[in-house]
């Protein structure tokens, strides 16, 4: 990222993956605790992960990093 144009489009791509995530977060919640078949939960995790790993590429660019913490148990 050199120009500040840049900046711009590589905020609104890692917001777009973040949102993504959340999403398949949610589907992922929800098709565990409704009892689907594993096969829908785990083509889930693996878009997660496709879209984690989109996102630590663009991070990595920037010097960033980033980890998916479950907290869904934090008092």
Do not use: C, F
């Amino acid at each position: 990222m050199t120009a500040i144009g840049n900046y711009e489009e590589w905020a609104i791509r890692v917001s777009r993956l973040l949102e993504l995530i959340a999403m398949d977060n949610d589907a992922i919640k929800m098709h565990q605790e409704g009892n689907s078949p594993a096969l829908i939960v785990e083509q889930y995790q693996r878009l997660r992960n496709d879209h984690l790993e989109e996102l630590r590429e663009l991070l990595k660019d920037s010097g960033m990093t980033i980890q998916l913490l479950n907290i869904s148990n934090a008092a």
